[in-house]
């Protein structure tokens, strides 16, 4: 999170990275969580998180993880997570994406 110093204010870029990370706080997977906002032409127009498709369980809800239960690390086995990626999860929602006309902001922990 950036935040500003001696009054002065973030630019644009950190305060999307801010917000993508505040809703990376809303990831349902307990092992990692990410966050995503979508911007065009200096407007923030969709946002997400990795989360589970709707009517699937979640992992925070189960209290594990497939990935912590085979102790993966970073870059393995994304694919046995029930959790899909932030802005995946957001493209689900209905909105129609046309990527090259806008930036897309991902932050993860
Ligand atoms: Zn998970």
Redesign the pocket.
Known sequence: MVIPKNGERISKIDAYLNCAENFAYRST???RKYGAVIVKDDAVISTGYNGSPRGFEN?CDLGT???IQKNMHQGEGYGI???IHAFENKSQGGYDMALKYEDVFRLGS
């Open positions: 997977c307990i092992k992992c993880c497939p990935r997570c029930r959790a």
